[in-house]
C-alpha cells in the first residue's frame, strides 16, 4: 500500500519534539551501477552485469541466500533441544537452536545468567548508551523471562528458579533455565556474503567473506496454539555472525559452498547436511581469535513492539506503544569485572542510524553536507558517528511508529531539503535514510517493520515485499519513484564473489539489513 510521504513530513516536528522515532529488524541493501552519476533520476539496478548475469541466474535465492523453508527451520534434529528421533545423531543435535548457539556464543560464562542479563537490560540499563538513556520495555519480564522460569520449574523442580528476580538477585544465584522450554523459535538462516568489506569502517561486515546469519522469533509460553505450540510475539532477534576466513576458507570458497547449495533440488538430508557445514564453521568455539572462546559473533540485533508497556498520548488520548530497535555487542558492563572469556551482551549504539531527535535539524543537515561525495559514491568510508556537532548523533536504539504522529514512521530528512533547486538532495537524503534501522524497514522499503516475519509453528516466515523474489517501487518525498530488486543484487554478489570478484559489484556502505 502507498504511504503519502508528503503529509508524513508534517508528523516529523512532533515526532522529534516527543522524542520518539522508528524501528526494524531483519534484511535488506541496494546497489548502483559502477560509475553512475548520482543525479535525481538515479535509479538502483534490477539486473546483473553481463560479466556475472549467467552465474547469477544459476543462484537459488531460497537455498543459498534467505532460507526459510519448513525442512530446515523446523528440522527435527537440529531445531529441538536434545530430540529422541532416532533419526537424529550427535553432530546434528541441536545446531541450529538458540540454546546451542548462546552455549558456544558465551565463553566460561553461565548460560542462564548470560542470555538473562541480556534481556533483563530491557527492564534497566544502569549505563548510558552514548550519552542517551534507553527506554524501559518491562512487558520482556512477564511475556519472556517469567514464563521461561516457570516452565522450567514445571520441567525441573530443582531449577532453583524464582520468577520475578533478577539472575543476579541472591534468590537466582543458582537458576538453571531448561533449555527445552526455550521461547524462541528459528524464522531463517541467512547468507550475506553481499557484507564483504574487508577495512570497512561502518560497522557490518567486517570480513573478506561477509556474515551469515541466525533470524529467530519470540514465542509466547503462556498462548499456545490449537496443537500446544506457543503462538509468536511481535519480537524477533537476529545473530550475525562474522564469516570466518583464517581457518583455511577462503571468500571464494564461502560463495562457492553457498552457491552449490542451489545444486540440491529440495531441502533433504544432503542439503541440510551441506548447510550445516557452513554454519558450524561460523557457530563453534574458537572459530575466530578473539573473546569468548573465540565466538564469531559480530553483534545481536532485536527488534520488538510487544516488549512495551506503551506510553500514554495527551495527543491521541490513547496508550500508545512502539516498535523498538536495539543491537548488542561482547563488553563487560561498568561496575562488573570482565576476563577476555567472560564477556555479556551490552547494549551498543545502532549502527548507521541517527538518534531520533537528530531528524530534521540542521544538525543532520550539516552532517549529510559533510559528507556528500561520500554519501552519493556510497562509499564504505562513511558511517554515522558516536558525535557530530558537539553533541551525541548516533542513537542508542530506534524506534518506529511515533507516539505523537498520526502520520506513522520517521522519514529522514533535513530543514533545506529541496530536490527542485538540488537535484542530489534526493539521493542524498534517501541514502541516508536507507541505512537507518527505522528507513530501511518502513518508508524507504514501503515494509511494515519486520523484513523476516515472525511466525507460528509450522508456517514458514513470511519475507517483505523488499526481500521477495520481485522488483518493489517505493516513493520518495520529492514524489519520485524508486525500484529495487534487493534478491537479484544479493544473486549478483554472490555469483561475483564466487568467480572469484573480491570488490563488490554494489558499492554499497556495508548496509546491514
Known amino acids: 500500500m502507498k504511504r503519502n510521504w508528503h503529509l508524513a513530513l508534517l508528523g516529523i516536528s512532533a515526532a522529534v519534539a516527543a522524542g520518539c522515532g522508528a524501528d526494524m529488524d531483519t534484511d535488506a541493501e541496494l546497489g548502483w551501477d559502477e560509475g553512475e552519476v548520482a543525479s535525481a533520476e538515479q535509479k538502483e539496478i534490477l539486473t546483473c552485469p553481463a560479466t ?44 541450529w537452536h538458540f540454546w546451542y548457539l548462546m552455549q558456544q556464543m558465551a565463553g566460561t560464562n553461565n548460560v542462564t545468567r548470560y542470555v538473562l542479563r541480556w534481556l533483563e537490560s530491557y527492564e534497566f540499563w544502569p549505563d548510558q548508551v552514548n550519552q542517551q538513556t534507553l527506554q524501559t520495555r518491562t512487558r520482556v519480564r512477564n511475556l519472556i523471562i517469567d514464563p521461561w522460569m516457570q516452565k522450567t520449574n514445571l520441567v525441573n523442580s530443582n531449577s532453583n528458579c524464582v520468577p520475578g528476580q533478577k539472575i543476579d538477585a541472591a534468590a537466582n544465584v543458582n537458576c538453571q533455565l531448561d533449555p527445552g522450554s526455550t521461547p524462541m523459535r528459528l524464522l531463517a538462516i541467512v547468507n550475506r556474503t553481499d557484507l564483504r568489506a574487508p577495512g570497512v569502517v561502518s560497522g557490518y561486515g567486517g570480513g573478506n567473506a561477509g556474515e551469515g546469519r541466525f533470524v529467530f522469533g519470540f514465542t509466547n509460553l503462556n498462548s499456545l496454539d490449537a496443537s500446544g505450540k506457543p503462538n509468536p510475539l511481535n519480537a524477533v532477534v537476529i545473530l550475525e555472525y562474522k564469516l570466518p576466513t583464517p581457518a583455511g576458507w577462503n571468500p571464494q570458497e564461502w560463495a562457492q559452498r553457498w552457491r552449490n547449495l542451489g545444486s540440491f533440488t529440495t531441502f533433504d538430508a544432503n542439503y541440510k547436511s551441506s548447510l550445516q557445514t557452513l554454519t558450524d564453521k561460523w557457530t563453534a568455539k574458537f572459530a575466530v581469535s578473539g573473546p569468548n572462546s573465540g565466538t564469531s559473533i559480530n553483534q545481536v540485533r532485536m527488534n520488538d513492539f510487544d516488549f512495551d508497556q506503551g506510553h500514554w498520548d495527551p495527543i491521541l488520548s490513547q496508550n500508545i506503544k512502539v516498535w523498538n530497535f536495539r543491537e548488542f555487542k561482547l563488553g563487560c558492563p561498568s561496575g562488573t569485572t570482565c576476563t577476555t572469556d567472560t564477556q555479556w551482551l551490552v547494549p551498543v549504539p545502532v549502527a548507521h542510524t541517527p538518534a531520533n531527535g537528530r531528524n530534521n535539524t540542521p544538525t543532520l543537515e550539516n552532517f549529510v553536507a559533510a559528507n556528500a561525495s561520500l554519501i552519493l559514491n556510497e562509499s564504505d568510508s562513511y558511517a554515522v558517528p558516536a558525535s557530530f556537532g558537539g553533541s551525541f ?49 518502513y518508508a524507504e522499503t514501503e515494509t511494515n517493520n ?64
Open 450 to 513: 519486520l523484513h523476516v516475519g515472525n511466525r507460528a509453528f509450522g508456517q514458514p516466515a513470511l519475507l517483505s515485499n523488499f526481500l521477495k523474489q520481485q522488483i518493489t517501487t517505493t516513493s520518495d518525498p520529492s514524489g519520485e519513484p524508486f525500484t529495487y530488486n534487493e534478491p537479484e543484487r544479493r544473486k549478483c554478489e554472490l555469483a561475483a564473489l564466487s568467480m572469484g570478484s573480491s570488490t563488490k559489484v554494489s558499492t554499497t556502505t556495508g548496509r546491514p539489513h
Open 393 to 441: 548523533f548516533l542513537g542508542a536504539e530506534s524506534m518506529s511508529t511515533s507516539k505523537f504522529s498520526m502520520f506513522g514512521p520517521i522519514v529522514w530528512t533535513y530543514p533545506n531539503y529541496d530536490p527542485l533547486m538540488n537535484p542530489n538532495d534526493t539521493n542524498l537524503r534517501r541514502r541516508v535514510s536507507f541505512v537507518t534501522c527505522n528507513g530501511c524497514h
Open 52 to 95: 556475472f548475469a549467467t552465474a547469477a541466474a544459476t543462484v537459488k535465492y531460497d537455498k543459498s541466500l534467505v532460507i526459510n523453508d519448513l525442512a530446515v527451520v523446523q528440522d527435527v534434529c537440529r531445531t529441538n533441544w536434545n530430540s529422541s528421533d532416532p533419526s537424529c545423531t550427535t553432530s546434528t543435535k541441536n545446531k
